[in-house]
Each structure stands twice: as C-alpha cells, then as structure tokens.
C-alpha cells in the first residue's frame, strides 16, 4: 500500500480533528444546539475546511457513527479470536461494550440525538438506520456462530436485534442511574438472550 503524501495526511488529520470537536459539541450542547462555525471554531479551523471534508453537519455525525463501528468492529474481531468458546466469545463482546459506556458515555447519547434528530427527516433516517444496522451486523454473525441448542431457536438476525435493543437500553439506564443500573450486568443478559433464544447451550 503506498504511504500518504503530505497533503494526504494533512486532509487526515484535519478530517480527524473535525470529527473530534464534532463529538465535543454535540454531546455538550445536542445535536440540534450546535451550528457548523461552531465545529470549526472549536477545531481551530474555518467554517471551509468542515465543508472541504464534509458535505454539512449531518455528515459529520454519519462519519462519527463510521469511525466508533468501525474501531468497534476491530475490537470485536480481536477479542472473538482470543476465545475459543461461544459463550466466551459473548462474554469478550459485551465487555467491549462496557468499556465503550464507562469510557465514551458521549458515544451513547450521540446516538440518542441523531435519533431523535432523524426522525423528523425521512432521508436522514434511513442513512442512520442503514449504520445502525451495520453495528447490530456483528452481533449477528455471533448468533450464526453459536449453533441451535433446540428446534425452536430463534433466527440469528432476530437474537441479534433483541441483544443490540438491551445492550443499548441497559447502557441509557446506567447513565440515568450508574448506582441502580450498573452497566456490567450487560455481560449476563448477553448470556441469557442467547440461552434464551435457543441458540447457547447450558
């Protein structure tokens, strides 16, 4: 693979930058709230540079949700070959998902306001929907992994889609209520969803 030119790594790291005050804004002051001179006032840069990477603001909460799934995905792929057992493996992920809310809890409530923001625009939300989907993808292929355990176990896709709702929903109540809903109970209802669902023996 050839190296980046000067200016390659420039637009790189400007683009990095970017998406860094974006994420800054949004999770200080809502999606809404936050104008694009503002990004770029908080990035250093002008308002230009947003718009020589990104085509405006929605664009930039798209390639934030990009860059989180896809450093996510690496992460999962890792920890999945570290174990050698399907419910190791769902233990690995569900820590992967721990340590996302303890360490980037912004990350969740990003997500709440694109929702929330995406709803009122039918283009938007199927560009959310469409990363949204992707995420609940590697979940998926966890559930394809683990064989049936009975005849009436649920399909991958539809494990995939209960585990993603309660992963999800179990990280908005910690951050409401860290003390009462700790957020490492995530780990054990990965478990039961999948044993549940017919689809991890034991």
Not at 8 to 35: I, M, N, P
Not at 54 to 73: D, V, Y
Not at 77 to 106: C, F, K, M, S
Request: hydrophobic share 45%; charged share 30%; glycine share 6%.
């Amino acid at each position: 693979m050839p190296e980046m030119t000067k200016r390659q790594q420039r637009q790189q790291e400007t683009r990095a930058a970017l998406l860094d005050a974006a994420e800054t804004c949004f999770a200080a002051r809502g999606y809404d709230a936050v104008s694009v001179p503002e990004i770029a006032k908080e990035a250093g840069f002008t308002t230009g540079a947003v718009y020589s990477n990104f085509s405006g603001k929605e664009e930039l909460f798209l390639a934030l949700m990009e860059r989180a799934m896809g450093g996510e995905a690496e992460r999962r792929r890792e920890a999945i070959n570290l174990e050698d057992t399907d419910e190791g493996r769902l233990r690995q992920v569900a820590r992967l998902w721990i340590d996302v809310v303890h360490e980037h809890p912004e990350a969740v409530v990003l997500i709440l306001e694109f929702w929330s923001y995406s709803r009122r625009d039918p283009e938007l939300r199927k560009r959310f929907a469409e990363r949204m989907a992707q995420t609940r993808a590697g979940l998926a292929m966890l559930a394809a992994m683990t064989p049936a355990t009975r005849d009436d176990a649920a399909p991958g896709e539809e494990v995939a889609m209960a585990a993603y709702a309660m992963a999800h929903g179990l990280a908005i109540h910690h951050l409401a209520d860290p003390e009462g809903v700790p957020i490492e109970v995530v780990e054990d209802a990965l478990i039961w969803v999948f044993r549940g669902a017919g689809r991890l023996s034991g």
